[in-house]
């Protein structure tokens, strides 16, 4: 009897050997550039510090200054505590580029060189100059709408 499995068996192992080969050819890919998840939402508002405390007292939003951070593990390095942004910004910011445009979605990405390069050859240039700060570097695009979005690269990807 121990014999007549020993076939299926090594079978097995190679399979399980193989899938490990490749998961370890896998995991030596460099992952492409791009979104990695959602870092910030931001907008506006007419009284950035009445709306801040509404948001605090009504739905328990509390942060330092004009931002809240909402934290979590990494899901591929749970070691790493990420962190997704809320903000407030004054109605008559700019920061959003065009005056009407009540919101701006921040983009946790990896790659950020490589995606703006990638970027700009599909014709979508920057819209102000990339900023870097010790929690990461930042760009600027529109979309196919004219909305302004934020690209954010974390010290950490």
Do not use: C
Request: proline residues 6%.
């Amino acid at each position: 009897m121990g014999t007549e499995r020993l076939p299926g068996m090594t079978i097995l192992i190679a399979t399980f050997a193989l899938g490990a080969a490749v998961g370890a050819a896998l995991a030596q890919e460099p992952p492409a550039p791009g979104v990695t998840g959602i870092g910030g939402i931001f907008f506006k508002s007419a009284d950035p510090t009445a709306t801040r405390a509404w948001y605090r007292d009504h739905l328990g939003i509390a942060g330092q200054g004009p931002a809240a951070n909402f934290l979590w593990l990494e899901r591929e390095r749970p070691e790493v505590t990420g962190f997704t942004v809320w903000s407030l910004f004054a109605r008559d910011s700019d920061y959003f580029g065009a005056a009407d445009q009540e919101f701006m979605v921040n983009y946790r990405v990896r790659g950020l060189d490589a995606l703006l390069a990638q970027l700009e050859t599909d014709g979508i240039p920057q819209v102000k100059p990339l900023e870097e700060y010790d929690y990461g570097r930042f760009a600027w695009v529109n979309d196919v709408d004219g909305h302004r979005i934020e690209l954010w690269e974390p010290v950490d990807e």
